[in-house]
């Protein structure tokens, strides 16, 4: 972590560094318009805690990007799983310079068809459906 705040902060980005345990992920206080993975999909057993943790912690309408270097078909299982969710995952343009075997997927939740909104004189709302857990998001 120390490595990841000195590199934010020579990037004169504005981000908060914080341990996250993808085993027993928990809410971060807040959901996050933007998420980032970089080179977690190797060991199967790790890929439904990996989805779980995205889940905990991206709001359902925010973008989250995983890049991915594609080894031993672990990219297609992966997938697969994220697939089950009804989530989907688009490959973006690859750079010239990138590596050939990596890539980097924008994933999107599937919000159910029976989403309602609670409440309605909030200054937030809450998105539940019978099939998944609850989401909110802050009104605009």
Not at 10 to 19: I, K, T
Not at 23 to 28: E, F, G, M
Not at 80 to 105: C, F, H, I, M
Request: with cysteine; hydrophobic share 40%.
């Amino acid at each position: 972590l120390p490595l990841l705040q000195r590199n934010a902060a020579r990037n004169e980005l504005d981000v908060s560094v914080a341990p996250f345990d993808w085993n027993t992920p928990q809410s971060l206080g807040e959901r996050f318009d933007v998420v980032l993975a970089a080179d977690c999909v190797f060991w199967p057993e790790l890929f439904e805690p990996l989805l779980n943790a995205i889940e905990a912690v991206a709001r359902p309408d925010g973008t989250v990007l995983i890049a991915v270097t594609h080894r031993l078909g672990r990219t297609d299982a992966f997938l697969e799983k994220l697939r089950r969710r009804g989530w989907t995952a688009s490959a973006r343009p690859r750079r010239r310079d990138a590596p050939q075997n990596t890539d980097v997927y924008e994933v999107k939740f599937k919000l159910c068809h029976d989403a309602v909104e609670i409440p309605p004189d909030s200054d937030r709302s809450e998105l539940t459906c019978s099939t998944s857990k609850k989401f909110y998001r802050n009104r605009t």
